[in-house]
């Protein structure tokens, strides 16, 4: 079986790239060529879904006891990453000439002594109780911080040039606490927020660090549910416990980054006599000004501080072009899952098999042929397997911050994360992609290996700012992640859709996503052979890929030019 897949990628490539070929005599400029060299196709075929299937079982084995950052088993994962690498005789680019970067975290868990309250001008205050009222925690990894400050509505707290929208005003908001709507300005128009789509000014991090960076000490997310696209309990339930943050590294921080129900946020804008449906009408116009409420924010935040650490795993194959090799293709694949709860009953071991051991059994495989091909590409090619995503893309980002090679020489990055063992695809999903200046040749290939390009169904949910590459989009470093879509050989589309459905409900973060011998790996081999293609052709052209003009990304990317020389 697994010849004969080999045989029919082999045959499928020929004839499309003779296709290609042969449409570009009738001179279609657009069109891309996506020719690989001899050497290149041959690595290609080597790619092995049985080999995946093999690291795919070891990494959700109960004994790696769902690879929990900073646990055992998630210790145990990267060590088995490096151990590859290794053997695969690439370069280690970690720290001190090692495979493993170190990447300092701090948990931060609210403790019950915290109290928050909100204080009238006639010094009548409301206590808010955590997690029916509001959720908050303290960015700043203290035990303790006092915060008695003004409350400012900034409608948004968006500042965003390029669509000509500032909440702000100027104004100074140092010290304060800022009351804001999560999401962004509706519209249907692309040239304004991506229309429908959601942009990063639209995430509730985004509303974090913008606050943070106008040296607010404090922000206060106004949950809505048809706002947010998530009922409370989602932000309840993420909002509990421990929170893991990057150790501080000089950036501004939030004494308190909070959420508030709606009906608070209705309660205290009412007792300073405003009207919280006005004051939401209020944010859709450009004219906007920031409002003071006549209401303080009062919060003791207690938190007790963990540090601890864990590692991401690099590795590099030099490029052959004396010039081009100090330049890369780099891949990502996060090995970190949620760990064992060893006070729950029954099994408490999330496994995490399709989250994310498939991701890192397709980025080894890659390694390998890589790294055994007899000629190398032109540019360097980084590996990247990357901790604590689930804690909130905590490695990659750690990663963008500290790259081996500096983020304005890395041409792009393809992340895998999640990537369904359930047979032959016959979609791509490569959402995000179509922003960078590499997009002619990713459509050029999908038509090579006869997939076809699955748009992003639910572009308003923001999915693109939810997966480790993004942490590199944000250094400005062109980047997507590649996964299948929900039609695949010998069945109808609505199998695929049933697949997802059901896997989303059962088995996604829950210990039942686990390995079983059944699991059908050829749509991963063949999602690593796509990658593949792709990271080759990059690693070959002359030029850098970019964003396209206008794209959010595309200042990061100018200033990681600076900083590459
Ligand atoms: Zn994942």
């Known amino acids: 079986m697994r010849n004969g897949s080999v045989v029919f990628v082999l045959v499928l490539l020929i004839s499309s790239v003779a296709a290609a070929q042969g449409s570009h005599k009738q001179s279609r400029p657009s069109s891309a060529s996506v020719r690989l060299p001899g050497a290149a196709f041959t690595s290609m075929q080597k790619i092995d879904p049985e080999r995946i299937r093999a690291h795919v079982r ?3 084995h109960d004994l790696l006891e769902g690879r929990g950052t900073g646990q055992r088993g998630g210790d145990i994962a990267a060590e088995y990453i490096a151990t590859q690498f290794a053997l695969y005789g690439l370069r280690p680019v970690g720290d001190d000439g090692t495979y493993w970067q170190k990447v300092p975290m701090v948990g931060v868990t609210p403790q019950p002594e915290t109290t928050f309250s909100l204080a009238g001008a006639r010094g009548d205050a409301r206590n808010l109780t955590p997690l029916d009222d509001y959720v908050a925690y303290d960015q700043t990894q203290q035990p303790q911080s006092e915060v008695e400050a003004e409350i400012v509505y900034v409608g948004y707290g968006i500042e965003a040039p ?7 005003k100027g104004t100074d908001v140092r010290g304060k606490v800022l009351l804001m709507l999560v999401n962004e300005p509706p519209s249907d ?6 229309g429908k789509a959601l942009t990063y000014y639209g995430r509730w991090t985004y509303k974090y660090e913008e606050a943070a960076r106008k040296g607010a000490v404090g922000a206060i997310l106004i949950h809505q549910t048809e706002m947010a696209s998530y009922p409370w309990e989602v932000v309840r339930n993420s909002n509990s416990g421990e929170k893991a943050y990057l150790k501080l590294d000089g950036s501004p921080k939030l004494k308190v980054a909070s959420w508030i129900q709606f ?3 209705k309660q205290m804008a009412a007792s300073g006599g405003m009207d919280i449906d006005k004051m939401m009408a209020d944010a859709h116009s450009r004219d906007f000004h920031p409002v003071t409420l006549p209401v303080k924010l009062k919060a003791h935040m207690v938190s007790k501080i963990r540090p601890f650490e864990s590692n991401n795993v690099l590795a590099m194959l030099p490029g052959s072009d004396p010039k081009l090799k100090s330049e890369a293709v780099l891949y990502t694949a996060h090995y970190d899952h949620l760990g064992i709860r060893p006070d729950m009953p029954g099994d408490n071991i999330y496994n995490g098999a399709n989250d994310n051991a498939t991701g890192c059994g397709i980025l080894l495989e890659l390694a390998r042929v890589y790294s055994e091909a007899v000629q190398r590409p032109r540019r360097s090619i980084v590996f990247a397997s990357v901790t604590a995503e689930e804690q909130g893309l905590l490695g990659s980002e750690y990663l963008g911050k500290h790259p081996p090679v500096p983020a304005g020489k890395i041409t792009l990055d393809l992340n895998y994360d999640d990537v369904p063992p359930l047979g032959s695809p016959e979609e791509v999903e490569v959402s995000g992609a179509e922003r960078t200046t590499f997009y002619p ?3 050029a290939m999908a038509k090579t290996f006869r997939l076809t390009i699955r748009p992003d169904s639910r572009p308003e949910a923001g999915h693109y700012y939810r997966s480790d590459h993004f942490s590199l989009a944000r250094v400005g470093i062109p980047s997507f992640s590649i996964n299948e879509g929900t039609k695949y050989k010998g069945h109808d589309a609505a199998w695929g859709i049933q697949q997802a459905e059901e896997y989303t409900s059962k088995h996604y973060h829950q210990p039942s996503d686990e390995y079983h ?8 081999a063949a999602m690593a052979r796509f990658g593949f293609a792709l990271g080759w052709e990059a690693a070959s052209q002359t030029k850098l890929v970019g964003w396209q003009k206008g794209d959010e990304f595309e200042a990061a990317r100018v200033k990681s030019f600076a900083g590459a020389d």
Request: aromatic share 24%.
């Open 58 to 60: 070891f990494l959700s």
């Open 162 to 168: 390029e669509y000509k929208w500032d909440d702000y």
């Open 189 to 194: 128009d692309v040239a304004f927020f991506k």
């Open 263 to 265: 009906g608070v946020a």
């Open 441 to 443: 040749e990713i459509e």
């Open 517 to 524: 011998p059944s699991m059908d790996f050829t749509g991963d």
